[in-house]
């Protein structure tokens, strides 16, 4: 069974940073594309970053700059580098892999001061 399981969030002031992990199970990782997802209050669900098995990365134009997609193909463990965090990057985050319909029970991020 495919599971995902995220972690590393919490309450962070404006300016600072997180590292968000994300462990899979039940798939053959390194065949997948992996995401960032967030979902803040009464929004839709949006893509934040994605890699390919191989390591080519994509983000939102929201995030270019400030965050940094990362994964550990052997370990089956993507993260997320978030530095200069702002109130708007609050969030429950969550991963996925490309054209599974499974997702973890996600980590909240919440930039506050």
């Known amino acids: 069974q495919v599971q995902f399981v995220e972690s590393g969030g919490g309450l962070v002031q404006p300016g600072g940073s997180l590292r968000l992990s994300c462990a899979a199970s039940g798939l053959r990782f390194s065949n997948y594309r992996m995401s960032w997802h967030r979902q803040a209050p009464g929004k839709e669900r949006e893509l934040v970053a994605s890699?390919?098995?191989?390591?080519?990365?994509n983000y939102a134009d929201s995030v270019k700059g400030r965050f940094t997609i990362s994964r550990d193909n052997s370990g089956n463990l993507v993260y997320l580098q978030m530095n200069s965090l702002k109130p708007e990057d609050t969030a429950v985050y969550y991963c996925?892999?490309?054209?599974?319909?499974?997702w973890g029970q996600g980590t909240q991020v919440t930039v506050s001061s």
């Open positions: 996925k892999a490309s054209l599974l319909n499974y």
């Open positions: 890699i390919t098995g191989g390591g080519s990365t």
